[in-house]
């Protein structure tokens, strides 16, 4: 099983269907969910019967892949969590090889770095374990915030295209770090 170390702030535990709570608590703010579905707050029922159904789908602990927890040391207060899957998981083009990156934080918790703390702690984790020849990442193009994350991870925006994911469609903006 893969561990991530904690970094000088924050510790990571990969999330299960026990969390179901806090991925609850997380989604019930229209400005955390403004960029994944236009500000609708996600349901108890979407999260047992969409999100944590999904997640198990994808979740590999020896490989790392899952929703990793983010927690803050200092006062073990959860404020996020970070997406790790193979691109196109749930399509036919699943590319095993390369590795989504993807994030959720509390707004309390923004611009304070703890985003990319988090996901440069987990992007030294694929490199480390050779998970990946290439990590992605995608966001709306307005989405500054995320955009400005991958651009601190090393990644390089690649293009503009449409993503069909059952949770998220539309147009966002696709950045990669070739890590080969």
């Known amino acids: 099983m893969i561990k991530i170390d904690n970094t000088q702030r924050l510790s990571f535990k990969l999330m299960d269907k026990d969390d179901a709570n806090l991925f609850f608590e997380l989604d019930q703010d229209p400005?955390?969910?403004?960029?994944?579905n236009g500000g609708k707050v996600t349901s108890i029922e979407d999260i047992e019967n969409i999100l944590l159904?999904?997640?198990k789908s994808y979740t590999n602990a020896k490989k790392g892949w899952g929703l990793w927890k983010v927690t803050q040391l200092q006062t073990d207060n959860f404020i996020g969590w970070v997406l790790v899957r193979?691109?196109?998981?749930?399509?036919?083009n699943i590319e095993l090889d390369n590795i989504e990156l993807g994030w959720r934080f509390k707004q309390s918790s923004w611009g304070k770095g703890y985003g990319t703390e988090a996901a440069m702690a987990i992007k030294e984790m694929l490199i480390q374990n050779r998970g990946a020849q290439?990590?992605?990442?995608f966001a709306f193009e307005e989405n500054i915030g995320s955009i400005k994350i991958m651009?601190?991870?090393g990644m390089k925006y690649i293009k503009t295209d449409i993503i069909e994911d059952p949770v998220i469609d539309g147009e966002l903006v696709i950045y990669e770090l070739d890590v080969r």
């Open 31 to 36: 400005e955390v969910m403004r960029y994944i």
């Open 53 to 55: 159904p999904r997640l």
């Open 86 to 92: 193979p691109v196109n998981f749930f399509n036919d």
């Open 134 to 137: 290439k990590i992605t990442a």
């Open 151 to 153: 651009t601190k991870l």
